[in-house]
């Protein structure tokens, strides 16, 4: 069967239509940035029907407005993208009343296209704006078509507007009709990827909003640990973004980039390192004491102290003079214990073996009388007592230390996408150590991920720059010292220190978390 010339015409148009489309879809499905995907868009129907210039406007329901997106003109030498535009959206709507005085209005309120052959003479749509344009920059728009960006759901996201047709030898023609259809093929079909690529970012949002709402609860369950988390996961991005930039010295993370990616998955196991936190009881997280529970037991001591007080007070009124005087000295040595208990019970110094034995004297006082035994201190109370260092007694360290677990628990119930799949890993690691001492699992060095060491080092940098119900804050010199001594212990990433005194991580954190006081280096 022989090709006639109109079979050989309509075969090149579907090839070019059947091309056009393909490229298309290659860049839609695998691009995320939006500005890249208005390009494209714009590119390729400008290259099918040979535009000179051309825009793309997008609906913004809320606002009911067309706003511009990117706007090119090969002849004006403009080429914008929405952030470099100023111009004002154009209302789709006056006082309720639909705006038809524009073409691309009137294509989005018909949904339909709209082909104009020469803008000068028709009547379809005040063209006064368009010859004011054309006045000022001695320029002359002949024909031009809109044609609405519709999806699946026969809804407008868009409008996108082509101007002055061009022959080969750059005389502006009218569009061809035959070309118009094609046109709204590539307009729908880009409608309907795109709404897929806003429909995985807004799924996307939600999720990191659940995730930043639920970080904020926890950040809010406690007045003393208000905020840790967001700051950690700053400190995180910080790092993050450095290593990024620092391309060209002598650090091993020179040679590091991460993804756009990565970064969100460091940013989400920030936000996420102590979801576990949410079932660790409020009377352990803001154990201000060492008695604290509920509440401050050291309250019941000293009434307990008070009740002794008062019977040996009412046995030396009615006591001989030489057993005065050894009930006195009895009331003195209560007086002592009351002050050394109410100094220990805060947990602020280092309690030393000498303070064992003074703890020890006053676990073991009893005071008899009418063959009843009074004691200052219960079993337990002397086991929170005689904590070394801090408020925390093992158990309650053990329960703290559960919250990894727990965040490792909770997370692996969820199904991250792909890129996000490491996230609950370097949320689960915040606690490991490189000599193999951390928690949970006592992973030693290569084996615990950049990520995590980097939230690790995050996490351990805000806690001691932070005011907690057990401690002050440090100043950034006593900051450095601890974490010196970490690094020789070997608990923390060397190189990754170095990198945030040397980049001024912790200082630009400092300038905008801590006080005055604290900012001593």
Request: net charge negative; glycine share 4%.
């Amino acid at each position: 069967m022989k090709m006639t010339t109109d079979n050989k015409i309509e075969t090149r148009t579907n090839l070019k239509e059947l091309e056009m489309l393909k490229k298309i879809s290659i860049m839609l499905t695998q691009e995320r940035d939006f500005d890249k995907l208005f390009g494209y868009v714009l590119d390729a129907a400008m290259e099918y029907s040979n535009a000179e210039g051309a825009t793309i406007y997008m609906v913004d329901d809320e606002a009911k407005q067309l706003r511009f997106i990117k706007v090119f003109n090969s002849a004006m030498k403009v080429s914008l993208n929405v952030d470099q535009i100023d111009w004002p959206p154009i209302p789709l709507f006056y006082d309720e009343v639909p705006n038809l005085k524009n073409i691309a209005t009137l294509c989005y309120h018909h949904k339909r296209s709209y082909n104009i052959a020469d803008v000068y003479e028709q009547q379809v749509f005040d063209n006064s704006g368009t010859l004011k344009y054309d006045k000022l920059n001695n320029y002359r728009t002949k024909s031009i078509v809109a044609i609405p960006m519709m999806d699946h759901k026969n809804r407008i996201i868009g409008v996108i507007q082509l101007v002055n047709a061009l022959k080969d030898n750059g005389d502006k023609i009218a569009f061809l009709a035959e070309e118009i259809g094609n046109l709204e093929v590539l307009a729908s079909f880009s409608a309907i990827l795109m709404n897929n690529q806003m429909l995985i970012k807004d799924i996307q949002t939600s999720f990191h909003q659940f995730i930043s709402s639920i970080a904020w609860a926890i950040d809010k369950k406690s007045m003393h640990f208000s905020g840790h988390i967001a700051r950690v996961s700053e400190l995180v991005e910080m790092f993050a973004s450095e290593i990024n930039e620092y391309q060209e010295g002598k650090s091993k993370f020179a040679d590091i980039n991460f993804t756009e990616d990565e970064l969100e998955e460091i940013n989400i196991a920030g936000l996420m390192h102590d979801l576990g936190k949410i079932i660790t009881p409020m009377h352990i997280l803001d154990k201000g004491s060492k008695l604290q529970k509920i509440a401050d037991r050291i309250e019941l001591v000293l009434e307990r102290i008070d009740h002794i007080r008062s019977i040996v007070q009412m046995e030396i009124d009615h006591a001989e003079a030489e057993s005065k005087i050894e009930l006195e000295e009895i009331q003195q040595r209560i007086d002592q214990y009351e002050k050394f208990l109410v100094k220990t019970n805060s947990g602020r110094s280092y309690f030393s073996d000498n303070d064992i034995q003074a703890l020890e004297e006053i676990y073991q006082f009893r005071y008899m009388i009418n063959g009843k035994s009074h004691f200052i201190i219960n079993d337990d109370e002397y086991f929170n007592l005689k904590i070394r260092m801090g408020t925390l007694n093992p158990e309650d360290i053990r329960i703290i230390r559960e919250h990894v677990v727990v965040t490792g628990e909770m997370l692996a119930q969820i199904k991250f996408p792909a890129y996000l799949s490491n996230a609950p890993l370097y949320a689960k690691l915040h606690h490991e150590k490189l000599n193999g001492e951390g928690y949970p699992d006592g992973l030693k060095g290569h084996y615990i991920p950049l990520q995590a060491r980097i939230l690790a080092l995050s996490d351990v940098f805000e806690a001691l720059t932070a005011t907690r119900p057990y401690k002050k804050f440090k100043k950034l010199s006593e900051t450095y010292s601890i974490l010196d001594k970490m690094v020789a212990a070997n608990e923390i990433d060397e190189d990754l220190y170095q990198f945030a005194l040397e980049q001024g991580i912790f200082h630009k954190y400092a300038i905008k978390h801590l006080t005055k006081e604290q900012i001593d280096r």
